[in-house]
């Protein structure tokens, strides 16, 4: 098929990390500002979203395995961001839930969107155009493996 080397700027694979390392840079100081990690930020998205989640459910959404998940729940908790609980309804699962404070970071931290659109120099339609191309491709790959 190919009669030369590749180059890494003609990886689709190299420009998706390339891109997230990017995004990970931009979103550090942003998040170091309410101290938070970018896991520990996407998780309170997830919980903004839907609050008083399984950790199953919640793990599935972010595409996080037990073994990732729980070791960062526990720090989140030590923060006092969410709390843990056994689910009443079946002792096998724990269900996370906000606490005052992780409700509150969400006001604190709906800038941060704003931030990473005006970085992006794309307008809002592209991105989500650009998101949803990604999150086939994403679901495609996933399939495929």
Known sequence: MLDRALHLDELLCFALYSANNAMARLYRPLLARHGLTYPQYLVLVALWQRDGQKVNDLGAALNLESNTLTPLLKRMEAAELLQRRR???????????????????????????????????????????????????????KASG
Do not use: F, K, W, Y
């Not at 709906?110 to 086939?136: F, H, K, P, V, W």
């Open 87 to 141: 689910n009443p309804e079946d002792e096998r699962s724990v269900i996370v839930s906000l606490t005052d404070r992780g409700g509150a970071l969400q006001q604190e931290a709906a800038g941060i969107s704003r931030c990473i659109l005006e970085a992006s120099g794309e307008d809002m339609a592209e991105l989500i155009a650009l998101r949803d191309r990604i999150q086939t491709l994403a679901t495609r790959l």
